[in-house]
């Protein structure tokens, strides 16, 4: 049985591993964030250039070309284009992780694990800073603040844990089968128009629009766009499957690092 002392060191260990593991999630986004705007004169500012440049472009093709009047347009867009970009630089982003770091991986013992999740550390910084520019543009549009805005917390975290987990299950599968990548592009792009980002759920025909929500990307930003321009709550329904996915995700991607990363060093 172990004494006080020997629990007071067993805690003091602890809390030095999860400062150092901390420590190295820090340095590898940071890490991340200066290899992804290296010789970039812009830096960060494409990151919103990007977005902006989407919200011409589509926008002038449904008002300009299709007119199709949908009120408030550009704002409904952008709300839900900010997450979306969150996951798709997420996903597609985690996939070559282990590849442009095989030196390092190679000759170095360390957590493989901080390696995808600093790819979302990376991705979040750049989500915020988006974040924070948008409540900019909310004070000249106008759009009301309101104390319902703290819920998109939840609705992050739940980006968060879902992303956290696919970011572990593809940059394991992409060094194993490189064929991940392409695949994977190939269905953000798919569910990019299945998932209302471009176009809110009112547009879809009302009887659909219940059932449509049960994708869980769906549920986010249709949720972001719900919490800051409605004032309104994803259905509990929704919101649970969107929970549950994310978790099966970390499950699954905690399940598939762990299993195949002993053999990483000698697959690279």
């Given at each position: 049985?172990?004494?006080?002392?020997?629990?007071?060191?067993?805690?003091?260990?602890?809390?030095?591993?999860?400062?150092q593991l901390a420590d190295l999630l820090g340095i590898l986004t940071v890490a991340q964030l200066k290899a992804r705007y290296r010789r970039s004169f812009l830096g960060f500012l494409w990151s919103l250039i990007m977005p902006l440049f989407q919200i011409v472009v589509i926008g002038f093709v449904f008002q300009g070309l299709l007119q199709h009047e949908i009120p408030n347009y550009t704002i409904q867009f952008l709300v839900a284009l900010l997450p979306w970009i969150f996951f798709s630089d997420t996903v597609l982003g985690s996939c070559p992780t282990f590849l442009k770091f095989r030196n390092v991986v190679?000759?170095?013992?360390?957590?493989?694990?901080?390696?995808?999740?600093?790819?979302?550390?990376?991705?979040?910084?750049?989500?915020?800073?988006?974040m924070m520019i948008l409540f900019v543009v909310f004070l000249v549009v106008p759009v009301d603040f309101h104390p319902i805005f703290f819920h998109l917390i939840p609705l992050t975290l739940i980006l968060i844990v879902m992303l956290c987990g696919m970011a572990l299950l593809f940059s394991?599968?992409?060094?194993?089968?490189?064929d991940t990548e392409y695949a994977l592009t190939a269905i953000v792009r798919m569910f990019f128009f299945v998932t209302p980002v471009m176009y809110p759920t009112s547009e879809i025909p009302e009887?659909?629009?219940?059932?449509?929500?049960f994708n869980p990307l769906a549920t986010i930003t249709e949720g972001f766009r719900g919490v800051l321009l409605r004032h309104e709550l994803p259905l509990p329904e929704h919101l649970a499957t969107a929970i549950i996915f994310s978790v099966l995700c970390l499950l699954a991607g905690i399940l598939v690092h762990r299993r195949m990363s002993p053999q990483l060093p000698e697959v690279l």
């Amino acid at each position: 049985m172990a004494t006080e002392p020997d629990r007071l060191a067993i805690e003091r260990s602890e809390r030095s591993d999860s400062r150092q593991l901390a420590d190295l999630l820090g340095i590898l986004t940071v890490a991340q964030l200066k290899a992804r705007y290296r010789r970039s004169f812009l830096g960060f500012l494409w990151s919103l250039i990007m977005p902006l440049f989407q919200i011409v472009v589509i926008g002038f093709v449904f008002q300009g070309l299709l007119q199709h009047e949908i009120p408030n347009y550009t704002i409904q867009f952008l709300v839900a284009l900010l997450p979306w970009i969150f996951f798709s630089d997420t996903v597609l982003g985690s996939c070559p992780t282990f590849l442009k770091f095989r030196n390092v991986v190679k000759k170095i013992y360390f957590p493989r694990w901080a390696l995808p999740i600093s790819i979302v550390g990376s991705s979040l910084v750049h989500f915020l800073l988006s974040m924070m520019i948008l409540f900019v543009v909310f004070l000249v549009v106008p759009v009301d603040f309101h104390p319902i805005f703290f819920h998109l917390i939840p609705l992050t975290l739940i980006l968060i844990v879902m992303l956290c987990g696919m970011a572990l299950l593809f940059s394991m599968l992409h060094t194993y089968y490189q064929d991940t990548e392409y695949a994977l592009t190939a269905i953000v792009r798919m569910f990019f128009f299945v998932t209302p980002v471009m176009y809110p759920t009112s547009e879809i025909p009302e009887h659909y629009q219940y059932w449509f929500l049960f994708n869980p990307l769906a549920t986010i930003t249709e949720g972001f766009r719900g919490v800051l321009l409605r004032h309104e709550l994803p259905l509990p329904e929704h919101l649970a499957t969107a929970i549950i996915f994310s978790v099966l995700c970390l499950l699954a991607g905690i399940l598939v690092h762990r299993r195949m990363s002993p053999q990483l060093p000698e697959v690279l």
